[in-house]
C-alpha cells in the first residue's frame, strides 16, 4: 500500500470554500478509480489556509494512473493556480 500526504498552503486571500468547490469534483472521479482506498481532503485545525489531501493507494501502479486520469489533468492545473505552495510526500509501510 502506498500512502500519499500533498499538503497545501492557499495563496493569500483564496478562500477555502472556492478551492473546495473546484477539489470536490477531483475527490468524486478519484474515489472511483481502481486501487483507490482513501481519498480524503482536511483542513489544518490551527491555519484553515492549509489544507491537505490524505490517499490511500493499492499499490504505486494505482498511483501513476491516478495522476495521468483526465479528471486530475483537467482540476489539479486549476486548483494549483490557487496555492502558494505544495508538498507532496509518498509513503510505504515498513514491515
Known amino acids: 500500500m502506498i500512502k500519499v500526504v500533498a499538503k497545501a498552503k492557499l495563496k493569500p486571500g483564496v478562500k477555502v470554500e472556492d478551492y473546495l468547490r473546484i477539489a470536490k469534483e477531483v475527490i468524486s472521479e478519484t474515489r472511483k478509480e481502481k486501487g ?4 480524503t481532503l ?5 491555519d484553515p489556509t492549509i489544507l491537505t489531501m490524505l490517499e490511500e493507494w493499492d499499490n504505486e501502479e494505482a498511483l501513476h ?3 495521468k486520469s483526465e479528471h486530475v ?21 515498513l514491515k
Request: glycine letters at 0%; aromatic letters at 6%; charged letters at 35%.
Open 42 to 46: 482536511h483542513e489544518d485545525i490551527n
Open 73 to 93: 489533468l483537467k482540476i489539479v492545473p486549476e486548483l494549483r493556480k490557487l496555492r502558494e505552495s505544495t508538498e507532496i510526500n509518498l509513503y510505504r509501510e
Open 36 to 39: 483507490c482506498i482513501t481519498y
Open 65 to 67: 494512473q491516478h495522476n
